[in-house]
Each structure stands twice: as C-alpha cells, then as structure tokens.
C-alpha cells in the first residue's frame, strides 16, 4: 500500500485532537497538586512518556478512523465516493492488515507508560501492574472504537444518541484521563471530573456532522440525531451540550474534592478556569444560536459554521485547561 494511501485512510487532520488533548492532560496533571513529584520537575522519564503516549493516541485515532471505513463502505458510496476503499484504490483485505498493524503500535508501547514515570525500558516493564494505568485507558479506548463501529460489537453508530455516548467517552474522557496518567496517578476525582467535562461537550457535539450525512447514512442503516429527530428536534437535543459543560466547569472550580474536602476539586488556577468557563458559555450559545437560525442549512453544507466553531471549542478547552494549570 502506497505511504499516500495510508495517510488518505488515517486522515491526519483528524490526529489532532486526540494529540491536543493528550497533551493538556499530562500538563494538567504536571501542575496540579497530584503530581507526585512536589518540586514539579520536568524529568526524561516525563517527556518519554508524554512524547510516546501523544503518538500512540494518534495512532489509535487513526486506526479507528480506518476500521470505521471498512464499516461505513456503503455509507461512503454516497456521502464520501472519493475515499480509498470508495474508489477500489486498496482493498478491504489491505484495510484490515493497516488497521491492525495501527491497533498494535498504537497499544503495545503504552504498556512502557507507567506512574510515576521511571527511567530505563525494563524498570517501565516489569513495574506492578496497577502503574500500567494508561495501557488499560488505551485499552478501553480501543474496545470503545470496536463497540462504535463493529456489528458483531453492537456497532452503536447506527443507534442515535448511543452512537453519541461511545464517541464522547473515549475520545472526551478517557483521552483526557490517559494523558493525566502519563504523568500521575487517576486515582483521584480530578481527572475524571475534567474528562466528565469534556465527555459532556461531545455527546451534543459530535452529532454536528451528521446533518451532511444523512443520504448516506440512512442508506447505510445508521440513525443519527437527524435521521430520528429531524434536523430542528436534533438540534434542540444537542443545543444544551454546547453550553452545559462549561457552566459545570465554574461549579466544579468551587467544589471541594470528595476524598479530601480541605482541597479543591480542581487545583489549577481557579481564576483562569473560571474566565474559561465562561468564554466558552458564551461561545458555545453564539454556535446553539447558529444551529438553530435556520437547522434546515446544516443539511445543505459539507462545513457548517457550527462544525468549525466546535472544532475550535475543543481545541481552545484543551489549550485553556493546560494554560489554567501551568499558571498555578
């Protein structure tokens, strides 16, 4: 298979998010109160494990990104006909063999991220196995792609807001909690509470490019939001997760941690989270404004506006939580 093809097939622009959001979790976790090294030193054993683990979620984006081709060939027949497979460039057999080889090298090397990091290749291995912490959130991720997109796992993309819920809990909390362990351990609320944040923007968000895809879906028997409710009712559905997460976010600023309720449940920069909750309130109801002005548009446009600025949403929430927690 040519190196062009099997970069057509991962889709590249679509790495980064899952790199972004590695990314702000293991910085999140450096700077929160969990680190558990108090002099917060950026170590080798750090950068090893945030620079193998921002790969290895590539990675693993990209294989999903192919298995979901192999799965959506009729449904790519009519919404996206210039794709690889669509065009009889690669074969479903070759398909496979990259998605797999994708799988494995996207997996196999997270079992040398341990927490705390350690120096040296055989004390990452042979470390106790509740360390292998972000392994096993990989591992969920990878089952959470087979279960969206496998009929012989329940191939949730074809039943509504599920479709919903099994993207947003990888790729929204478990992404976020995998980057945190790369740095310190999960067994805390903090990272999950972040996850839960970001879990809850996608379950609304990730129905935004479903309205262009309709045709292709239906014809591929997966009923998404539009299919079920029409475009104005799953608009209606999905508008509160624009805007609900980040209002949840000023409220977690001001909760205590239920395991230790001296502290904060979220230690980064209290005023820095709070401005960023409210920026993106306030954002998140100028894109539920666009959505709603005319629902009938979003069928008509490859990019709606409201794609691109929630998009950038996710992108920005990434970028500000990992800036709210260096500025502690």
Not at 117 to 139: K, N, S, W
Not at 233 to 245: D, E, G, N, T, Y
Request: net charge positive.
């Amino acid at each position: 298979m040519k190196l062009s093809t099997v970069l057509e097939l991962s889709r590249p622009f679509t790495l980064l998010p899952p790199l972004l959001g590695i990314l702000s979790g293991a910085v999140c976790a450096f700077g929160s109160a969990h680190n558990p090294d108090p002099s917060r030193q950026v170590t080798w054993g750090v950068v090893f494990a945030v620079g193998l683990g921002s790969i290895c979620a590539s990675l693993l984006n990209a294989a999903s990104n192919v298995l979901n081709q192999i799965t959506d060939l009729d449904v790519d027949r009519v919404n996206k006909p210039s794709r690889p497979l669509v065009r009889g460039e690669v074969s479903i057999a070759s398909a496979w063999g990259l998605t797999a080889v994708l799988y494995v090298l996207a997996m196999v090397p997270t079992w040398w991220i341990v927490v705390p990091p350690r120096d040296g290749f055989a004390a990452r291995a042979l470390a106790p196995l509740g360390t292998h912490e972000c392994f096993f959130l990989f591992l969920g991720g990878l089952v959470f792609t087979l279960i969206y997109s496998l009929p012989s796992w329940g191939r949730t993309k074809r039943l509504g807001i599920w479709a919903n819920i099994t993207i947003a809990i990888p790729r929204g909390c478990l992404l976020k909690v995998a980057g945190w362990t790369m740095v310190a351990p999960s067994r805390s609320f903090e990272p999950w509470a972040i996850g839960f944040l970001f879990m809850l923007f996608l379950i609304g968000a990730a129905s935004t490019k479903d309205f262009s895809d309709v045709k292709g879906d239906r014809a591929g028997g997966c009923k998404t939001l539009p299919i079920l409710y029409g475009n104005e009712r799953a608009v209606k559905i999905m508008s509160p997760f624009f805007v609900l997460p980040w209002l949840v976010l000023i409220l977690f600023v001001f909760l205590p941690d239920p395991l230790a309720p001296q502290s904060r449940l979220l230690t980064g920069n209290s005023v820095l989270l709070v401005v960023l909750g409210a920026v993106l309130s306030i954002w998140g109801l100028y894109t539920v404004h666009l959505l709603r002005r005319n629902p009938d548009e979003l069928s008509a446009t490859e990019n709606h506006p409201s794609w691109t600025h929630m998009y950038l949403m996710m992108m920005s929430a990434q970028t500000g939580f990992a800036v709210a927690y260096v500025f502690v």
